[in-house]
C-alpha cells in the first residue's frame, strides 16, 4: 500500500490536525504512474488517498516534534490549494530514526528541507516492522467495502493456485498503480467470497471487468475452477468478440481449450513481475475513464 509523506517549513503547520498544502507541491518526489493518476486530486480518487497511511514532518531543524504516522481522514481542494485533516493519535518516530529510514522510505535527501506532499510506492508497514517500530491498526485504514456483484474491476486475474506466488506480486504492484479495488486478486476478497453460489459471482465479476488477465498453463486447464467456471464466462467475453477485454500472460506448457495457437500471449518466463504488471497496467489504462 502506498504512503503519504508530508512535509513542511512551518512549525505550526500540524497543531489543529490539519495542514494545507499548495497544489504545485503535490505530488513532488512520487513515482510517474502514482503521479499521473492522482494528479488532480480529483473527488473520484478521494477514497483511494485516505486509504493510505501518512507520515508527517517538519522540514528539517524547523521544530523539536517528532515525526508522526497518522490517518488522513478527509482531503479537498480549494483553487490552488489542498487541505486535509487527519486523526491526531499515532505512532510518532524520532527525527533520527525518519531519516535513518531514508533509503526504504525512498526519500531523496532533499526532501527534508523542502515543504512537500509525495506518495510513496512503499510499504510502510513492512519498513517499520523491521525498524522495531509498532504501528496503530488505526494508521492503516481497511479495504473500502465494494459489492462483487454490482462493482467494475478495472482489472480482474484469473489464474491456478500454482501461480499464486507471481500472481500476488503482480496483483500488489497493480494495486498500487491503478488504485484500492481496482484490481480483482481473490485473497483481497476472502470475506465476501465465503458464499454459496460462489461459481456465478465469479462468472460476474469476470464478465463485468473491463480487463479479464488469464495466467495460461496446464495447470489452469486442470483446474475445474479455472478452466470450468471462470473461463467460461471470459469464453463468451471472446465469442462476441471483445478481444480487447482479455489478456493472456503464458506461465507453463500445457494447453488451455478455447486458447488457440493464433492468440497472442506475454511469456511470464521471460519477464520480471514488475514488468508484467506493467503491461497489464498499459492494457488497463485504455479503460481508465
Given amino acids: 500500500m502506498p504512503l503519504h509523506l508530508i512535509v513542511s517549513a512551518d512549525p505550526e503547520a500540524f497543531t489543529a490536525s490539519r495542514f494545507e498544502m499548495p ?4 505530488l513532488e518526489y512520487t513515482d510517474n504512474n502514482l503521479r499521473d493518476y492522482f494528479f488532480h486530486f480529483g473527488e473520484t480518487r478521494i477514497d483511494e ?3 493510505f497511511p501518512a507520515l508527517i514532518a517538519h522540514e528539517q531543524d524547523v521544530s ?3 515525526v508522526r504516522l497518522v490517518r488522513l481522514t478527509d482531503i479537498a481542494r480549494r483553487g490552488n490549494r489542498i487541505r486535509a485533516i487527519f486523526d491526531p493519535t499515532g505512532t510518532e518516530l524520532t527525527y533520527e530514526q525518519f531519516t535513518n529510514l531514508s533509503f526504504e522510505l525512498d526519500i531523496d535527501g532533499f526532501e527534508y528541507h523542502r515543504t512537500h506532499w509525495a506518495i510513496k510506492n512503499v510499504d510502510l508497514t513492512d519498513v517499520l516492522s523491521k525498524a522495531g517500530v509498532q504501528t496503530p491498526p488505526s ?4 479495504r473500502p467495502y465494494v459489492d462483487l456483484g454490482s462493482h467494475r474491476f478495472q482489472v480482474a486475474l484469473s489464474f491456478p493456485g500454482e501461480d499464486r506466488n507471481l500472481v500476488q506480486d503482480i496483483a500488489s504492484r497493480l494495486e498500487q498503480r491503478l488504485g ?3 484490481v480483482f486478486y481473490d485473497f483481497h476478497y476472502q ?6 453460489s460462489l461459481d456465478t459471482l465469479l462468472q460476474t465479476v469476470y464478465t463485468n471487468a473491463r480487463l479479464n ?3 495460461l498453463s496446464g495447470n489452469y486447464e486442470r483446474k475445474r475452477w479455472c478452466s470450468g467456471i471462470e473461463f467460461r464466462a471470459i469464453r463468451e467475453i ?4 471483445e478481444n480487447d477485454r482479455v489478456m493472456f500472460i503464458k506461465t507453463g506448457d500445457g494447453d488451455v481449450s478455447g486458447v488457440f495457437a493464433t492468440d497472442g500471449w506475454i511469456e511470464a518466463d521471460n519477464q520480471k513481475a514488475d514488468n508484467i504488471a506493467y503491461f497489464i497496467e498499459q492494457r488497463a489504462r485504455v479503460y481508465d475513464t
Avoid at 471472446?238 to 468478440?241: D, M
Fill in 64 to 66: 523539536d516534534e517528532n
Fill in 139 to 142: 494508521a492503516f485504514p481497511q
Fill in 180 to 182: 484500492l479495488n481496482s
Fill in 191 to 196: 470475506a465476501f467470497l465465503a458464499r454459496p
Fill in 23 to 26: 497544489v504545485e507541491r503535490c
Fill in 238 to 241: 471472446i465469442a462476441n468478440r
Fill in 49 to 51: 488517498l485516505l486509504a
Fill in 213 to 215: 488477465v488469464v495466467f
